[in-house]
């Protein structure tokens, strides 16, 4: 079993960055594709960014791509996500999720939220005006 904890949210104005960091524990997430999400109010939680633990396989949704990067620390088995230029429509819980597969033989899979296998809690990101 792997636990997922999202660390790294808080409030920022329109521009600035943040910092996101998922902390997994229960075993090391060797060759796991791993996967940020978010989700607005009253929205769907839609996909940010995914990589292949070797990070040969990235990906953005459109609207970061350019703006959110996302890497991995091995000494503290986390994966990262830099999100810079922060815009307020931005603002949503930010999701880390896990998935049992090295790789997605399409990468539509990448960018779907029934391809993780576990997810952490969440952590909130507000950017104001």
């Known amino acids: 079993q792997v636990t997922l904890v999202e660390s790294g949210g808080g409030l920022v104005q329109a521009g600035g960055s943040l910092r996101l960091s998922c902390a997994a524990s229960?075993?090391?997430?060797?060759?796991?594709?791993m996967g940020w999400f978010r989700q607005a109010p009253g929205k769907e939680r839609e996909f940010v960014a995914a990589?292949?633990?070797?990070?040969?396989?990235?990906y953005y949704a459109d609207s970061m791509k350019g703006r959110f990067t996302v890497s991995r620390d091995n000494a503290k088995n986390t994966v990262d996500l830099q999100m810079d230029n922060l815009k307020p429509e931005d603002t949503a819980v930010y999701y880390c999720?896990?998935?049992?597969?090295?790789?997605?033989?399409?990468?539509?899979?990448?960018?779907?939220?029934?391809?993780?296998?576990?997810w952490g809690q969440g952590t909130q990101v507000t950017v104001s005006s």
């Open positions: 999720a896990a998935s049992d597969f090295v790789r997605f033989y399409s990468s539509a899979y990448y960018f779907r939220l029934t391809s993780y296998n576990y």
């Open positions: 229960g075993r090391t997430l060797s060759d796991s594709i």
């Open positions: 990589r292949t633990w070797s990070g040969s396989t990235t």
